[in-house]
């Protein structure tokens, strides 16, 4: 990982904001680029020439241009010919999303659709064995909506149904259970 890091640190020269105006940052081997749609279409066409020569080879089919509405037919128009997929609404990145609020409303919807789910799972667990139960709640389950609210501000009404679910199906008390 740490040669990956010094290997990317190179190319990470050659597209550097001076010369592209792009704001930039390199997790891995992710790259992710902010700016306008000119400057990164300048940006995108430097990470293609210099990624390769460097073991970076760029995957335009994996690449997503998120763009404002207003801004979306030249961002189209712009990436055309580059493989690279242009939307309006949003995607997710590295956990989190980056779009509209509808995109991030609808994302941490199926989230917390899918974090109820295994709250039901918890709570019939909870029945017979309280202490693998309790384990997986605090240790994994809670990590996983922790991690979401973290990467995401402004959600908490989004998060009501997780928390009206784990008040009614997981037990406070060996009494309950």
């Not at 335009?60 to 961002?75: D, Q, R």
């Not at 809670?142 to 402004?154: A, D, E, I, L, Y």
Request: glycine share 8%; aromatic share 8%; hydrophobic share 40%.
């Amino acid at each position: 990982m740490a040669m990956y890091a010094l290997g990317l640190s190179v190319l990470q020269e050659e597209i550097s904001y001076e010369k592209t105006q792009v704001k930039q940052m390199a997790y891995a081997d992710d790259l992710t680029g902010a700016g306008k749609i000119t400057d990164l279409k300048k940006w995108w066409a430097l990470v293609k020439e210099n990624g390769p020569t460097i073991g970076y080879t760029p995957n335009a089919t994996k690449s997503i241009l998120i763009v404002k509405p207003e801004h979306y037919e030249n961002g189209v128009r712009l990436f055309s010919d580059s493989g690279v997929i242009v939307t309006k609404d949003g995607q997710r990145h590295l956990g989190a999303v980056i779009g509209t609020e509808e995109f991030k409303a609808k994302y941490v919807g199926e989230k917390v659709s899918e974090l109820v789910k295994e709250v039901g799972v918890l709570s019939g667990m909870a029945k017979t064995e309280p202490h693998a139960a309790y384990s997986a709640f605090t240790h994994g389950l809670q990590h996983r909506w922790s991690f979401v609210k973290r990467t995401m501000p402004g959600i908490s009404l989004l998060l009501r149904p997780l928390e009206e679910s784990i008040r009614k199906k997981i037990p406070t008390s060996t009494a309950e259970i």
